[in-house]
């Protein structure tokens, strides 16, 4: 995974995970407070946190899908990776309708 080198010891490796780990754990509970601090500031209902919430955790994903399709990706923003199969003959055994006997 590493190259040789001072990133290729297990040590070092799981320091910089653990280093990381702390850090996004710092950071959500940081943005936890703050968004409860903001709810309760304009008395706004639990309902209204959570969505917030929700919308805060997935921002990085609309942000990646937003960015593949700006940038002529389409298939991979919309969720799309496959393409249709042209033949019967390349389609997937479920796509075909021949499923594998259940055991």
């Not at 298939?75 to 249709?84: K, M, N, V």
Request: glycine content about 6%; hydrophobic content about 45%.
């Amino acid at each position: 995974m590493f190259s040789s080198g001072v990133l290729s010891s297990w040590p070092m490796a799981l320091g910089i995970f653990l280093v990381s780990l702390m850090i996004v754990i710092a950071t959500s509970a940081r943005f936890t407070r703050k968004l409860e601090e903001l709810c309760e500031a304009l008395n706004l209902s639990i309902g209204i946190l959570s969505l917030l919430s929700a919308l805060g955790a997935n921002i990085p994903n609309y942000v990646s899908s937003v960015i593949a399709i700006l940038s002529s990706h389409e298939p991979i923003g919309t969720g799309h990776l496959w393409r249709a199969p042209r033949s019967h003959s390349q389609a997937l055994p479920w796509e075909r309708g021949n499923y594998p006997a259940s055991s």
